[in-house]
């Protein structure tokens, strides 16, 4: 099998927390032994509720927060220890959009600044005139006209704002584009044509996407494979559809069984069924298998010890213990 | 029977130094008792400006015309005083961002407790005792602790619960949820819907549900009104709205949603364009820049909100389809 583009072991991204007078720091546990490849291409999808440890993942591959443990190989290099100066020209194939469109756009800067400023930090020799065409070129690919580059964020709306952030990382062609909850802060109607546009870049370029989201109707449309986490570790890792149809893990079962349809004949029954519960303290989780508290097929083996990753399928991996009964 | 809560006509305008900012107009609804209601729309629709101007909530720039009829009481111009009288007891409702909708410095018993101590004159130790059955009615855990905890200590479920037991805390006729559940993870927005189903359900509480997701009110709600550029534009039960629906917008609307129960990745029927600025409404029909179905007359002449056969759209060209079940 050909090397991933991306290949993760064990990353653990532990935060310091609290200020003890004596002794050590608790340690918070964002990110605890999540293992998975991306290939060149795929879309993985990584959902889950807020504070799981999703956007936290994407910022460590991006090296946005130093990991604590564990191993992120980026074709082939294991970039977990590198300095900011040894990871900047990696920077060039590793772009992120952000969840809040307007906020990730410098106000002061005109749009054409705001999409040329990465040719100007990773294609210094490019001329002004390639330059500007390069710009052009990828406003033109998200929906947007060349002729916006003289104006402001705050003149474009929330879906527009979007497009311009999705052009900025794309003007360099990157090998992998990670979302952060794109579509999250936009109305109905918008989201749909950001997705849309997604979907078209992904089949045009071939980069791969890491697209973090607690939409998991958006995900399905957008992912290949599709990553479940809970308080940092991974529960479910599958084929979108395998994971759709078939979930395994009592948590991805909620999870999606909480998703609303727009159906009066259906919806009404799902909310009998919605998972109990909150998220307990990340800086305390449960002994064993984390989901255990919420979990309505919990049994005293799994306050006891934490499952192991098994494997339902070759490509269908499941972390509970009770994986076997529907 | 009579409807609880009776709105005919009502129009809210803004006066921004860029002139006058029309956000409701023509918004008509008659809330029957023990009913909820969905209003849908996206940002700028007018949904939330409709029943915050019912609740006399409305920004110090707004201008608010029509009726709007709690049982007797006329809520739309009416002072202050009169307001207070119905507004946590008759009439409550809850907000979108449960952390800034609470006060800060208030324990939880203190703030369930104002309006007990206000409208119903209960002792301090009685309105603990209420609070304290309010928190277990929304399923709150470890309700007891939780009486003397401050806002910050809790969940945004958490919070949004204590949201709920503020307002059902003097049994209100007509309970108004504008996206209440638009802050949270999709397993608590479950929870919270559930929760809000069952007290319906128990309690024969009306019930407004304000929202963009058209899952939500496919969950809860018996009717629905769609809301585009301030107008309504379809309103009906909810089974014909969401399984047939008229409007080319609340069609367009279900159809760019991704749905969790769809196979497959074909792409999404996104609607062009955006929802329209209040400042700038099209002429015509609002939709008519946005809508695959739009003609010259549709650019033109506004249509009015057709009534026929329990239900209301507003559009030259409706969508026919004969329903067979």
Redesign the interface.
């Known amino acids: 099998m050909t090397e991933p583009l991306l290949r993760i072991r064990n990353l653990r991204v532990w935060f310091p927390v609290g200020t003890a007078l004596f002794g050590k720091p608790a340690q918070l546990r964002a990110v605890d032994g999540v293992d998975f490849d991306l290939q060149a291409g795929e879309a993985l999808g990584i959902v889950g509720e807020s504070g799981c440890g999703k956007s936290t993942l994407a910022r460590a591959i991006l090296r946005l927060v130093p990991s604590t443990a564990g191993q992120i190989v980026w074709m082939g290099q294991s970039i977990e220890g590198w300095s900011n100066r040894q990871v900047r020209p990696l920077r060039r194939d590793l772009q992120i959009v952000f969840q809040d469109p307007l906020a990730s756009l410098d106000p002061r800067m005109t749009v054409g600044e705001i999409v040329a400023e990465p040719l100007r930090v990773h294609a210094p020799k490019l001329s002004r005139a390639e330059r500007r065409e390069r710009v052009a070129d990828i406003l033109r690919r998200v929906g947007l006209s060349p002729d916006v580059i003289n104006r402001y964020p705050h003149e474009f709306s929330g879906g527009q704002c979007q497009r311009i952030g999705i052009a900025r990382a794309m003007v360099l062609r990157p090998k992998l584009l990670v979302c952060d909850e794109p579509v999250s802060a936009l109305d109905v109607s918008i989201q749909a044509q950001i997705v849309n546009l997604l979907q078209d870049l992904k089949r045009d370029f071939g980069m791969s996407i890491l697209f973090v989201s607690h939409n998991l109707a958006v995900v399905r449309k957008l992912c290949e494979r599709v990553l479940v986490l809970y308080l940092g570790k991974p529960m479910e890792l599958a084929p979108t559809e395998m994971l759709y149809s078939d979930p395994r893990h009592p948590y991805t079962r909620g999870l999606l069984a909480a998703v609303p349809i727009p159906d009066p004949a259906v919806q009404p029954l799902r909310l009998g069924t919605a998972l109990g519960g909150e998220l307990p303290s990340p800086l305390s989780p449960p002994s064993g298998c984390v989901f255990r508290t919420r979990c309505p097929m919990a049994e005293p083996q799994c306050a006891a010890t934490a499952p192991t990753f098994d494997e339902v399928s070759k490509a269908h991996q499941v972390a509970c213990w009770r994986w076997r009964e529907k | 029977m009579s409807a609880v809560l009776s709105i005919r006509d009502l129009a809210v305008r803004f006066s921004t130094p860029d002139g006058v900012v029309p956000a409701v107009n023509e918004f008509s609804l008659e809330l029957a008792p023990g009913e909820c209601v969905g209003i849908v729309g ?2 700028g629709a007018g949904k939330s400006q409709s029943f915050l101007a019912v609740m006399g909530l409305l920004a110090g720039n707004a201008s608010v015309s029509g009726s709007a009829r709690l049982g007797e009481t006329e809520l739309l111009g009416n002072d202050r005083e009169a307001l207070n009288a119905v507004r946590g007891s008759k009439l409550a409702m809850i907000f979108q961002d449960p952390m800034t909708s609470l006060t800060p410095h208030l324990r939880v018993v203190d703030q369930i407790g104002e309006s007990l101590v206000r409208h119903r004159g209960l002792s301090k130790a009685q309105a603990r005792q209420r609070a304290l059955e309010l928190l277990r009615l929304v399923q709150v ?1 470890d309700a007891e602790r939780r009486l003397d905890q401050y806002p910050h200590e809790l ?4 919070r949004q619960r204590v949201m709920i037991a503020i307002a059902l805390a003097c049994d209100p006729t007509v309970l108004i949820a504008d996206e209440p559940t638009t802050a949270l ?7 919270i ?2 929760l809000l ?1 069952q007290l319906k359900r128990e309690r024969g509480m009306s019930m407004v549900l304000v929202t ?9 709600a018996d009717r629905v009104v769609v809301m585009y550029g301030g107008r309504i534009v379809e309103h009906g039960a ?2 014909d709205i ?2 047939a629906p008229q409007h080319p917008y609340t069609r ?3 159809a ?8 497959g ?1 074909a ?6 364009g ?2 329209p600025n209040p400042r700038r409404l099209p002429n015509g029909c609002a939709f008519h820049p ?1 809508c695959a179905l739009a003609a010259d007359r549709c650019a033109n002449e506004r249509p009015a909100l057709n009534v026929a056969a329990g239900r209301a759209v507003a559009c030259h060209f409706p969508i026919r389809v004969d329903a067979h079940d």
């Open positions: 996206e940002s855990t969940s945004g479920g958490m993870d999709v397993t608590i927005q479950a929870q819907l559930a189903a963009h997701d058209l899952g939500v009110v496919a969950g809860i909810v089974k969401l399984l367009a609307l279900l760019s949603m991704p749905r969790i129960d769809e196979v990745n792409p999404l029927q996104a609607i062009g955006q929802p946005r």
